[in-house]
């Protein structure tokens, strides 16, 4: 079985742009969950995405936003880019919205806002 | 709220020694534990998780932890680590019941096995 694929891998964009990041979850998984990466604040939870719905979402300004397609696959889009967007965006898949379902992560796709 | 200290930002140890990464939670409500691992350049890998019973956890590479509520830790042993174990590791915490699904992570700690 595939894992979760993230699209693209890497990516150089200036500030002001916007940017929009792919996820392909693992087939059968309806739930999908983004995080952001950074040396200095870690891991941080941004939204998750079950059936089309975010059902919840992290401490992240409006310029982060999501959708999730009838076929499960996510994307993120990051509008009027900041230096400070610089990171690695992971996604992560699971069956369903229940707490114990294992997350299943991608590679993550390495933004950097010059 | 969760939040998720680990103790330890970088655990140099050599090859063949025992090493134990430190994690401790709080939380206002009950909570399932995991622990991952990230390689260089790559995504976070499930090495276990406490759902429920025994509080000896065992998870894959032969990595085990102990599940402590009285002490709200949750602390990763490794036996005999190997070169291959150099990796940056993820304690994390998710609250079940309501609106607490995700996955709240402590901010690492980078194990450096030394030959």
């Known amino acids: 079985k595939a894992g979760v694929t993230q699209t693209p891998r890497y990516l150089i964009k200036t500030r002001g742009q916007q940017v929009t990041l792919s996820c392909s979850p693992i087939?059968?998984?309806?739930?999908v969950s983004w995080y952001q990466q950074t040396p200095g604040q870690g891991l941080q939870f941004l939204f998750e995405?079950?059936?089309?719905?975010?059902?919840n979402k992290g401490n992240f300004p409006g310029r982060f936003s999501g959708r999730q397609f009838s076929n499960s696959r996510s994307e993120m889009n990051v509008s009027t880019l900041e230096l400070g967007d610089s990171a690695l965006y992971l996604c992560?898949?699971?069956?369903?919205?229940?707490?114990?379902?294992?997350?299943?992560f991608g590679p993550g796709t390495r933004l950097t806002v010059l | 709220a969760q939040s998720v200290t680990q103790l330890d930002s970088q655990v140099p140890v050599f090859e063949e020694a025992p090493v134990e990464l430190r994690c401790n939670y709080s939380s206002s409500v009950s909570v399932y534990l995991f622990w991952y691992v990230q390689y260089p350049n790559q995504g976070l890998q499930l090495l276990l998780k406490y759902l429920s019973g025994s509080t000896l956890v065992k998870g894959i590479n032969g990595f085990e932890a102990e599940f402590n509520k009285s002490q709200t830790s949750f602390h990763l042993r490794k036996p005999s680590v190997h070169i291959s174990d150099t990796a940056e590791y993820f304690c994390?915490?998710?609250?079940?019941?309501?609106?607490?699904?995700?996955?709240?992570f402590g901010k690492g700690t980078k194990l450096s096995v030394k030959p």
């Open positions: 995405y079950f059936s089309e719905t975010q059902r």
């Open positions: 992560a898949s699971s069956l369903g919205l229940a707490a114990y379902n294992e997350q299943f």
């Open positions: 087939s059968g998984h309806r739930s």
């Open positions: 994390a915490v998710k609250g079940y019941g309501g609106s607490q699904g995700n996955l709240i």
